[in-house]
């Protein structure tokens, strides 16, 4: 069955210190891979997506296919940093083409 | 902002009335999709629908309609059929170039009294 995992529901970090929101994969081909964010009071929105290989607000995303994993990263987090994260596979083979959510990472930056 | 929009923001109901959310989209996507935001649990696929005047099931369709009429609106009907409606009610579209990209809706919170 194709699942993703978001192991952490609440990461709380410092401002200035790195960040990494994990999100893990399980899927019989090769999806696509999104991250989503919602801040406070705003709609969900794309972050970044792997195949544009950007980076977003300095956050990066690196697909493991050998871990099948796409963990987002930034090395010096921001107070305006937090918000709710939503990894997102979006298979590619054998499906009617729906994004898959994980249960999200509330990231929290203190000052 | 702007794009897709849903209506009302808030809306309250008594327990036993249908009710139905508004979702409207101006990006010409032939792709739009409801889902059930709740704490902890993530997004869940409610319905979508890929083309005019077809739609299909997702993960958690029981107590629940939609119809899509016009490819600009995806109505989402909630019945006295679901047992637990209390939730956050979010709406997007996929399409274009960018095809795999979901775009959202601000949302409806509905609360049943």
């Known amino acids: 069955a194709q699942r993703v995992t978001q192991p952490e529901k609440l990461l709380s970090v410092f401002k200035g210190a790195p960040v990494e929101l994990k999100c893990n994969y399980s899927?019989?081909?090769?999806?696509?891979l999104f991250w989503y964010v919602q801040y406070s009071r705003q709609r969900l929105q794309l972050l970044l997506r792997?195949?544009s290989r950007e980076s977003i607000k300095g956050f990066t995303a690196d697909l493991n296919k050998g871990e099948t994993s796409f963990h987002l990263k930034k090395p010096f987090a921001q107070e305006e940093d937090s918000a709710m994260y939503y990894c997102?596979?979006?298979?590619?083979?054998?499906?009617?083409?729906?994004?898959?959510f994980g249960k999200g990472t509330k990231l929290s930056v203190k000052p | 902002d702007g794009g897709i929009t849903q209506s009302p923001k808030y809306l309250f109901r008594k327990e036993g009335q249908n009710v139905t959310l508004s979702c409207e989209q101006n990006?010409?996507?032939?792709?739009m999709y409801w889902y059930r935001q709740d704490p902890g649990q993530g997004l869940r696929l409610i319905y979508y629908?890929?083309?005019?005047?077809?739609?299909q099931k997702g993960d958690i369709a029981e107590g629940y309609s939609v119809s899509r009429e016009k490819k600009e609106s995806f109505p989402l009907t909630v019945t006295s059929a679901q047992k637990n409606p209390t939730a956050f009610y979010l709406c997007?579209?996929?399409?274009?170039?960018?095809?795999?990209?979901?775009?959202f809706g601000p949302g409806t919170r509905l609360t049943v009294l």
């Open positions: 792997h195949i």
């Open positions: 990006l010409n996507h032939d792709a």
């Open positions: 899927y019989s081909g090769s999806p696509e």
């Open positions: 629908s890929q083309i005019v005047n077809d739609f």
């Open positions: 997102a596979p979006y298979p590619l083979e054998g499906s009617q083409g729906n994004l898959i």
């Open positions: 997007a579209s996929s399409g274009g170039t960018r095809s795999n990209e979901q775009f």
